[in-house]
């Protein structure tokens, strides 16, 4: 967690002084941020403001080979598990300071968290979104009751608004960042997972830019059991973890993805803090594409029933793409970490997810344009038990032969193997069928 305002060592005060050791075995030695004690005082102080979210056996551990219980932290109030970081700094908090109020810019996680329990507290909150923010969005954060300004059409505007809001006014403005209160509230997690799972081989977490769940909780699991396998997770696209780990330090070059489907996936490496804990602390950071990233979304919704979003469903993915063979027959524990994928993505997310799983395909042929034609089409499509989706005929611009029509369908099928089938069984009677590469 950013701190800036013009007290800016209001929180420097209430972060714990944490002892060093020579020993290379001791926690703090991994860790001059936080402890075992400090994530232990961070899970007393916010249990009554979090859900202990449940730690499920997942119906998808046939499907994988291994033991798999997920960590719905997308069951958390604002859908996100940044609640818990953000709940422990508030109420650590100087009192003259919740008087004041806080301030927090960026359509992300973490201000709709700050803007819920800041409101659940009595603590002034305010924040900043630029135009392009969507209307729901802007809705649920009035919603949980701070007091939302537009400004700027960029994140840039915003934060500089809100910066000099802070300044005018003596807010508190805060900024995701890895300071010890937020990491220690994060870790939280890593203390459920292993309260809720025995005899457990491997967690796997979302990482990426913002790798403070993952940190915190390595923290807390690692000091528990070192012998449990931490594995970080994030997209081939924004390998911003692992270029961060090989330079040694946060990288700030990467290339980075605005769209909103990513969200704290492609955001930049915010801190060194959690940086050396994952270095220290993590055993494996794997990437993801993107294809894996909308079939594990596939895979949440229809086997757990559960709406996520990229960050929630990545390190699913890291099962669904074959990244962690050694994995199988272990008892490994996923957490999905958020929930606020927005209406218009879900819709493309599953349409682009059941294409991917090789479940709806288009082809197109051509016939002659006689009475009966059509319907042998169908009958074939019925024998084969394939669900018809569209279909379309062109007559005006075939080019083939005069009297013929271009017919293109598109079909749902169960899996891959039935695709195949119907495509055998189509090339059979109509061997210049074409068919649409996904």
């Known amino acids: 967690m950013k701190i800036v305002s013009r007290n800016e060592e209001l929180l420097r005060d209430a972060l714990p002084r944490i002892p060093q050791s020579s020993s290379r075995s001791s926690l703090s030695s991994h860790n ?21 979210t449940p730690c499920m056996y997942s119906r998808l551990s046939k499907q994988y080979g291994m033991d798999i219980y997920l960590k719905k932290e997308f069951l958390q109030y604002t859908g996100s598990v940044k609640e818990r970081g953000v709940l422990y ?3 650590s908090l100087p009192q003259d300071q919740q008087r004041k109020g806080v301030i927090v810019a960026l359509d992300s996680n973490f201000s709709m968290a700050v803007a819920y329990h800041a409101s659940e507290l009595r603590i002034p909150v305010f924040v900043i979104m630029s135009t392009s923010t ?12 701070a007091m939302v300004i537009s400004y700027g059409t960029t994140a840039k505007d915003s934060q500089t608004h ?11 403005y805060l900024e995701e960042e890895d300071s010890a209160l937020y990491l220690s509230g994060l870790g939280t997690v890593g203390l459920e997972v292993y309260e809720q799972v ?17 940190a915190g909780s390595a923290a807390a699991l690692k000091h528990l059991n070192p012998h449990i396998s931490i594995i970080g997770v994030e997209s ?14 946060p990288t700030e070059d990467q290339a980075c993805s605005n769209h909103h489907f990513y969200g704290d996936v492609s955001g930049l490496c915010f801190g060194s803090n959690s940086l050396q804990l994952t270095g220290k602390l993590v055993d494996k950071v794997v990437a ?10 596939l895979r949440l919704l229809e086997y757990e029933r559960a709406t996520v979003d990229a960050e929630g469903a990545i390190g699913l993915a890291a099962l669904v793409a074959g990244k962690l063979p050694e994995l199988k027959g272990k008892r490994v524990a996923v957490v999905i970490c958020s929930g606020n994928l927005e209406l218009h993505l879900l819709q493309q997310c599953v ?3 059941l294409t991917l799983d090789n479940r709806v395909c288009r082809f197109s042929l051509v016939l002659s344009d006689c009475p009966g034609d059509i319907s042998k089409l169908l009958e074939i499509l019925a024998r084969e038990e394939a669900r018809v989706l569209d279909i379309k005929q062109e007559r005006a611009f075939v080019t083939s032969e005069l009297f013929t029509v271009e017919v293109t369908c598109t079909v749902e099928t169960r899996d891959k193997i039935h695709t195949a089938q119907l495509r055998n069984a189509l090339l059979e009677r109509y061997p210049t069928a074409a068919w649409t590469e996904r």
Request: aromatic content about 6%; glycine content about 8%; charged content about 25%.
């Open 236 to 249: 081939e696209s924004f390998p911003v973890l692992q270029q961060s780990l090989k330079a040694g330090h």
């Open 162 to 172: 809100a910066r000099r809001l802070a300044q005018e006014n003596g807010y508190l």
């Open 89 to 91: 700094l508030l109420t």
């Open 134 to 145: 969507s209307p729901a969005r802007v809705k649920m954060c009035r919603e949980y009751g």
């Open 198 to 214: 025995p005899k457990l081989d491997a967690v796997i977490f979302p990482a990426g830019g913002h790798c403070g769940l993952l």
């Open 32 to 52: 001059k941020l936080i402890r075992f004690e400090d994530i232990s005082a961070a899970a007393f102080k916010i249990q009554c403001g979090v859900q202990k």
């Open 288 to 297: 993801v594409r993107e294809e894996d990233i909308l079939i594990s979304i």
């Open 351 to 353: 349409a682009r997810g």
